[in-house]
């Protein structure tokens, strides 16, 4: 299913259902969010509400924004032909929205525009609030805007971006700069071998021939080698799992949302309730992070996993003293297959390594073409008007 | 054999902050139904985000200056994960790996003289809610959650149940001195870690742990109750003494040991990336300081520097409603010597006059800045100022309103105290007589009669200029 609740039909922009809408039901995807209508609304759905946006409704999404796609949903997973399918890109790429805000987690968001070929950029982390998710990994996750083009994701953008004090990680700036108008003759790009490589020849095919359309514009793009990736993407798993294990905890069936039918006293509730209320993937990554926080584990784990981040991010960024884009493959495949759930750890954490340097460093990513541009923090205004440049052509 | 007790203690203390720790919710403790102060971030809800009480920061720098801690200029929150009802959001926000204040010394009287006990840190947490058990169920209020609190651990310095209670004491006067806490009564809650070992010896005996004491005199029987079984284990092989949590059975007058469940939890602390690491830098640090209360000797001190004597200094001292007042008054631009003259001698003695307490009244700095101000320019003479103040004090008067209705501003007007000394001259015939016969001390009837006749608003050196030349005609 497309939505979890409907809103208004003639609303113009989709909001994830990991995004809380005041009094709409919001589930993240999760049986355990059963019935649960939150009290107040995300930032960000506020800012657009005021500037006179229509939320059209809650879209589905996999549970918490783990997955690949929105696969694990309790309340169904869209598939089409064997083939998995993003509720949000649907619904932008089919024009029955003009954008959607979704929550960039592990990456789904990134995927799903790739593989519907529409515009997805999630900024760099602390211009969004991010008042109002349903958290998974704070230290990460941001809200971002997915739209049929550059232009579109840019106007919403500046509606949402900017500081708000009910997050205390908020960068102090009011605005940002997403012009579509830098001038990008002259610019360097470089494509990171590795990421290159690890793809399908469809992306292949897809990311060469964006290649062409930035030499076309007098960008220059030449290859570079990145060996961090797979260290990059233990930390990922560590540091995600362990977050989102805590944030995780409250689901427990005393407050709000589903409790289990089946107790005689609290361990019962918060065993049963979260035995039946959570999915396999959910319960993967519960029980991974849990381990890596554990006592004697926590130094060789959680701990190494920041120093690794700290290490990934310093030789990510060293890129952007030489080039001001990185162009990059988005996915692994043009298309996801359905595949066995029981998998779904495994298949999340290997296809980390196209979306994990932006997520790990807190750095923009914009998809566009069904490939994905990076830039240095803050530097959105490089991806859009590149990614503009190229539509325009 | 002797045998000497080992303790150390971790106390707990609310913070006097006006909101809880991440969120904006206050006066839990005027609460008056379960959940009354509560928001979606202290119940746990999702998508709340914390955001820090610079204040709670402040009072837990305070208490760090107060128990002279090494302030820790960079310091973090972590998260503390364990299930339990009264914990909404399944994991308590507390400082485990970069307390805010590390390293301190604190002066604990005893009858033997004075210790010093080590201060290990001080960190600050977030309270839990309360569980309420009826027949059937349990409830859960949230109004205490989040609630910000310090935890002071210190060194295992202690050396008897008397130095354990002087410290609390001390602790307390000296958190309510700083307004650091209210410390109200069983708001105190203490974990106490003993063990005993043969005296000289200085390898630690097996330590167990008295959780969750507040009263003063269950902590002192508990040490010595505690001790007691550690020598009896040690001496007469009374039981084998295991590491462990115990808790104290104030109507069986022992401890007994926690279930085991209760302890074996696994905390699964890490840092938490909502809350940025606090940065207290040299300026804020400077003005934590000098936002401290002063101590007596500090301030006697000050008001030497300031030019008031010894004696004056000591007596404003002694009430902090003195030197809040005069301190208000030099604010104005009131000279101290004369603001603590107005303050010691008419203030007070209107007082005591009256056998009114001096916090009784609220006495309007303005007000008093008013009076002397004016009769320090001679638009009132000092007799007529001490009335007003009186009526300021009794009748809560308006000084200048006061003044102008009772006609007691300073009379400048030359022909009118002209009008007056011939009118004095003519009623005294006898006193001008004595006067004009050398008799100098007659001129006071006059001049008195001229002051009465203005109601003590005459400018007395404009009535004692123009008498003096009326009686020279
Ligand atoms: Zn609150």
Redesign the pocket.
Known sequence: MKYISVMDKKGNIAVDDNILVKDVLSTAGSHILDGFTPLFSAEAVTRLENKGYKISGKANVGEFGLDLLGETSYYGALAEDGKIKNAAAQVVASGEVEAALCVDLGGSPRRAAAVENVTFLKPTYSTVSRYGVIACMCSAEQIGVMAKDAKKVAEVMSVIAGHDDKDGTSDPKEAYDYSLTEDIKGKKACIIKELLDAADDAVKVKVLAYKKKLEALGITVEEVSFGLIPAAQSAWQILLSAETCNNLSKFDGVKYGYRTSNFKNIDDIYVNTRTEGLGLLAKSVILYGSDVLSKGRYEVCYDKAMRVRRVVTESFKKIFENYDLVLSPATSTDSYAQYDLNDAFDKVFSESKYTVLASLSGTPALVTSGIQLLADAFNENILLSAANAVEEV | MAYEIVIGLETHVELSTKS?LF???GGHSEANEPND???????GMPGMLPVVNKQAIELAVKAGLMLNCKINQYTTFDKKSYYYPDLPAAYQTTQWFNPICVEGLVDVETSIGISKIGIKQIHVEEDAGKLVHTNDSSLVDYNR??VPLIEIVTKPDFRSAEEVISYLKTLKSKLQFAGISECEEGAMRCDINISVRPEGSDILGVRTEIKNMSSLTSIEEAINKEAIRHIDALERRTEVLVQETRRWDDVKKRTFPMRNKETAADYRYFPDPNVMPVVIDDKWLQEIKDSMPKTIDEQVERYMALGLSQREAAAIVSEPILIELLDDMVSKDIDVKAAAGWILTDYLGILKKNNIQAKDIALDGEKLAWIIKTAQSGEITRNTGKTVLSAVILENADPKTYCEQNNLMVKTDLDLIKKVVVKAIEANPKAVEDYKAGKEKALLAIFGFAMRELRGAGSPDLIRQILLESLAE
């Not at chain 2, 102060?37 to 119940?43: G, M, N």
Request: aromatic share 0%; hydrophobic share 15%.
């Open positions: 809880k969120c904006s919710c102060c509560v928001c979606p971030a202290c119940c959650t989040s």
